[in-house]
């Protein structure tokens, strides 16, 4: 059982910055890989980015590519996700996710442990 608790988000303005975390219990977090998901009001849950277990592989939706870094520390059973340059499209309940494979995972179907979320506002 794995169990995961993001924390991070909050209301910023258009052109900042926020640093999601993402908690996991258990003992087998270095050979997950790990993924971050977004729900915005009425629309469906997208890919975000993802990182292989070992943290040496990521990949990113092209929505967020090159404002967004998803890093982890398996030391700490943390994975984050720094966002940058945010965007009012952006805004979303955030989502953590792992799954069982080791490389990186797109679609969520994959992944069978989520997070609770965390809210993400951006102001224009």
């Known amino acids: 059982q794995v169990q995961l608790v993001e924390s991070g988000g909050g209301l910023v303005q258009a052109g900042g910055s926020l640093r999601l975390s993402c908690a996991a219990s258990g003992r087998t977090f270095s050979s997950r890989a790990m993924g971050w998901f977004r729900q915005a009001p009425g629309k469906e849950r997208e890919f975000v980015a993802t990182?292989?277990?070992?943290?040496?592989?990521?990949y990113y939706a092209d929505s967020v590519k090159g404002r967004f870094t998803i890093s982890r520390d398996n030391a700490k059973n943390t994975v984050y996700l720094q966002m940058n340059s945010l965007k009012p499209e952006d805004a979303a309940i955030y989502l953590c996710?792992?799954?069982?494979?080791?490389?990186?995972?797109?679609?969520?179907?994959?992944?069978?442990?989520w997070g609770q979320g965390t809210q993400v506002t951006v102001s224009s």
């Open positions: 996710a792992s799954t069982r494979i080791r490389n990186t995972v797109i679609v969520g179907t994959n992944y069978d442990y």
């Open positions: 990182i292989s277990g070992s943290g040496d592989s990521t």
